[in-house]
């Protein structure tokens, strides 16, 4: 069982900047992946970023050059940097990982985050 625990996220203006931070219960230092993810009411949740244990990562398309993931392993937490944020990126977002490839999902309970004018 894992735990995730997800903060930082609030309220700003577009073109301004937020980090949200994700801690594990558990080392993450083998965890075959992290990531975050957003969704919207009414909508399906969706992939922001992956980082897999080799240190790869995987963004969707609409924050590629904006957002970056990362993971400090000794601190047991993930990290997604959000610069130039839009009014689009308001969503409540979740950390996700997965300790093995066929492993289940584990979830945190979700910060929201609010770009508005």
């Known amino acids: 069982q894992v735990q995730l625990v997800e903060s930082g996220g609030g309220l700003v203006q577009p073109g301004e900047s937020l980090r949200l931070s994700c801690v594990a219960s558990a080392s993450i230092f083998s965890m075959y992946r992290m990531g975050w993810y957003r969704q919207v009411p009414g909508k399906q949740r969706e992939l922001v970023a992956i980082?897999?244990?080799?240190?790869?990562?995987t963004y969707t398309d609409s924050v590629k050059g904006r957002f970056t993931i990362s993971r400090d392993n000794a601190k047991n937490t993930v990290y997604l940097q959000m610069n130039s944020l839009k009014l689009e990126d308001t969503a409540v977002y979740y950390c996700?990982?997965?300790?093995?490839?066929?492993?289940?999902?584990?979830w945190g309970q979700g910060t929201q985050v609010t770009v508005s004018s």
């Open positions: 980082i897999l244990r080799d240190g790869s990562t």
């Open positions: 996700n990982c997965k300790v093995g490839v066929n492993t289940r999902n584990y």
